[in-house]
């Protein structure tokens, strides 16, 4: 395994320990944001829903957050375990299932997504949702998510995407990305490890963890080379609009919006190049 820095994942646990009620929270609100979450949410379980075909699977919420995931795959009768970094996500989730008298939740446990105590195989099915962006090394992550899946066991995981409609259309984003490639060379060229080469538009920052986007195809091979087949992805949202980063429609009309292209999402395909995220989902061949 390549070594993952402790500063990015100290950078990680305390960037979401600091930042709990908001993504508690994230879901429930009427902006934008909320929205696209909300529908990102539905997606995976919908996902979920059909590649469990009625059986109740042993499934690992991977980078779980306070378990507003957890919670719905509990709900629908699935064996949940949570695995995150922040001790404090960890505790909101174990806080919230308190009174549940849950008989299927596997419980929590502290620690790094690309390195878990799990035995190989453990798993029926993965979800990792709002998480590969954070990491410096996708392939450990991969690696890591193809060990603990069973034969035929599925993953399903979420990618920003950095083609999305809203950047081509806005100048502000090719003036950010010429200034975030230049402050990802300069340090690379002195022998820094700022991660996979692939990950194009990363910010490489003091505090914040490493938030990248990628290409549809990016982690293509890295997939294959692990074991994993691609089974299907969905692309979803659009927006909110922006000139020079600004946003130029409401809230409420950027979700039309992007409910609209959405929809033409489902009959012309090759839409979702340009959406601003990805539903992937894999199968452990
Ligand atoms: C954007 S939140 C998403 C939470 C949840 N999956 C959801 O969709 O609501 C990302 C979560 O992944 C966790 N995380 C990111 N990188 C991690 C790592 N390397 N090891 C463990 N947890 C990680 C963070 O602590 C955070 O709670």
């Known amino acids: ?44 379980l919908d996902l979920v829903r059909k590649y469990a075909a009625g059986n109740t699977l042993k499934i690992l919420d991977m980078g779980c957050g306070t378990g507003i995931l957890t919670r719905s795959l509990l709900d629908e009768n699935h064996y949940v375990a949570s695995l995150d970094c922040s001790k404090q996500m960890l505790e909101k989730l174990e806080e919230s299932l308190k009174d549940s008298n849950c008989k299927t939740f596997l419980g929590t446990v502290l620690g790094n997504v690309a390195d878990t105590s799990f035995s190989a195989e453990y798993f029926d099915a993965i979800i990792c949702i709002g998480v590969f962006q954070y990491q410096l090394h996708d392939d450990d992550l991969l690696r890591e998510i193809s060990r603990i899946l069973r034969k035929g066991g599925f993953g399903v995981f979420t990618l920003p995407n950095l083609l999305r409609l809203n950047y081509l259309l806005d100048p502000f984003y090719y003036f950010r990305f010429f200034i975030r490639t230049i402050k990802r060379t300069l340090p690379k060229a002195m022998g820094k490890d700022i991660g996979t080469p692939n990950a194009l538009s990363g910010e490489v920052s003091e505090t914040l963890p490493y938030d990248k986007k990628y290409f549809m195809w990016q982690l293509n091979k890295s997939i294959e080379m692990h074991g994993l087949r691609i089974k299907k992805i969905v692309g979803f949202g659009y927006g909110p609009f922006t000139f020079w980063s600004k946003q130029i429609v409401s809230d409420k009309k950027s979700v039309a919006i992007s409910n609209a292209l959405d929809r033409a999402t489902k009959r012309w395909s090759f839409m979702k190049y340009f959406s601003n995220r990805w539903v992937f989902v894999v199968e452990k061949t």
């Open 1 to 44: 395994m390549s070594e993952q820095p402790k500063d990015n994942q100290a950078k990680i646990s305390n960037h979401f320990s600091n930042t709990i009620e908001y993504w508690h929270n994230l879901y429930e609100d009427s902006t934008y944001l909320s929205q696209h979450m909300a529908n990102r949410k539905k997606i995976v």
